[in-house]
């Protein structure tokens, strides 16, 4: 009969090691890991909001990610990143040295100059398009497949949610457009941008405030940054512009942004300014819905005031299609 009391050894009591040994090696991880992986997390750090959370994680981050570039602790991260396609977005480009188109003349004559012939596509070989920028450009490229269903055309989409020409630090498009070029030899693009550029920008002089002339002189620097990126042979690019919203801080600013595009676009004759104010804003104010045509209304907009809906895209490359059928001999 099994005693029931007759229990199997107690096991070796294990050596307990004391808290505050245990909290030590835990924030000596803590450190290491931080060392290791301080690009990332210095580039976190760049990527927020102005403001005083901004520049203290900075004032913490920067300091880290010297230490880290001067002991090469962040070299592990930085290999493993390149072998995955992970790697931190390129630093933005001083645009200081950026040479602007001088504000465009009313009435000025210009130079008459002889349009380029540009080749027949055929469906073998469709003409390569390529739509970028931010968000408001998510229905730009769906809109223009079904405008252009059946040509020869092939549309390749490559716009990026809250980003835009302000804040470079957190998504440099200059870079991304030679990226996309390389990529694929797009032979037209449609880009927009401002959304999200209703915001100071830092520049290598300093931070400069939304609205002001400065801040205008800049946004149209990095206006030009991106079409000098996108500038190729027989190349021609469409900007759309930015649509009036129901955000009174992208209002206050969109008159300067439409500026900067149009003067800098007047001065290549290979791009074009494609205005979406008659589109959507035919009366010249916000409009969430607009005649149909037959009688009725047709809805235009997101419920966020600031994003077309598939309709408003219909419309706003309504133009675009025009121009495209012409000057790329899509019949």
Same mark, same amino acid.
């Given at each position: 009969? %099994?005693?029931?009391?007759?229990? /199997? =050894?107690?096991?070796?009591? *294990?050596?307990? +090691?004391? &808290?505050?040994?245990?909290?030590?090696?835990?924030?000596?991880?803590?450190?290491?890991?931080?060392?290791?992986?301080?690009?990332?997390?210095?580039?976190?750090?760049?990527?927020?909001?102005?403001?005083?959370?901004?520049?203290?994680?900075?004032?913490?981050?920067?300091?880290?990610?010297?230490?880290?570039?001067a002991?090469?602790?962040?070299?592990?991260?930085?290999?493993?990143?390149?072998? %995955?396609?992970?790697?931190?977005? /390129? =630093?933005?480009?001083?645009? *200081?040295?950026? +040479?602007? &188109?001088?504000?465009t003349i009313p009435n000025a004559t210009t130079t008459t100059t002889t349009p380029p012939s540009y080749r027949t596509p055929?469906?073998?070989?469709?003409?390569?398009?390529?739509?970028?920028?931010?968000?408001?450009?998510?229905?730009?490229?769906?809109?223009?497949?079904?405008?252009?269903?059946?040509k020869p055309i092939k549309i390749t989409e490559d716009w990026k949610?809250?980003?835009g020409l302000a804040r470079p630090d957190s998504f440099n498009w200059p870079a991304r457009i030679r990226e996309d070029m390389a990529a694929y030899n797009p032979e037209v693009?449609?880009?927009g941008f401002g959304g999200n550029d209703a915001q100071d920008m830092t520049t290598d002089d300093g931070r400069v405030s939304v609205g002001s002339p400065e801040w205008a002189a800049e946004y149209q620097r990095r206006v030009a940054q991106v079409?000098?990126?996108?500038?190729?042979?027989?190349?021609?690019?469409?900007w759309i512009g930015l649509p009036k919203t129901a955000r009174g801080d992208i209002e206050q600013a969109a008159p300067g942004m439409a500026r900067a595009a149009r003067t800098e676009i007047a001065a290549?004759?290979?791009?074009?300014?494609?205005?979406?104010?008659?589109a959507l804003s035919p009366d010249g104010v916000y409009a969430a819905y607009l005649p149909d045509g037959s009688g009725g209304q047709v809805k235009v907009r997101e419920d966020d005031g600031v994003h077309p809906n598939i309709a408003g895209a219909?419309?706003?490359?309504?133009?675009?299609?025009?121009?495209?059928?012409?000057?790329?001999?899509?019949?």
């Open positions: 009969m %099994t005693d029931e009391h007759n229990f /199997p =050894p107690e096991p070796e009591e *294990r050596e307990r +090691v004391p &808290a505050g040994q245990a909290i030590m090696v835990i924030l000596v991880a803590l450190v290491v890991g931080f060392f290791l992986n301080a690009d990332r997390i210095d580039n976190t750090a760049h990527t927020q909001p102005f403001g005083w959370q901004r520049s203290w994680a900075l004032h913490i981050t920067g300091p880290i990610k010297a230490i880290s570039d002991t090469r602790l962040n070299r592990p991260r930085k290999l493993i990143a390149e072998r %995955t396609g992970n790697k931190l977005p /390129p =630093p933005p480009s001083d645009a *200081r040295t950026v +040479v602007t &188109a001088p504000p055929t469906p073998t070989d469709p003409v390569r398009v390529l739509v970028a920028g931010d968000s408001l450009m998510g229905w730009i490229g769906p809109a223009l497949t079904q405008g252009l269903d059946g949610i809250s980003t693009i449609v880009v079409l000098n990126a996108a500038k190729g042979p027989n190349r021609t690019v469409y290549r004759p290979w791009a074009h300014y494609i205005d979406t104010l008659p219909r419309r706003i490359v309504a133009p675009l299609i025009i121009g495209l059928t012409a000057e790329r001999k899509l019949g």
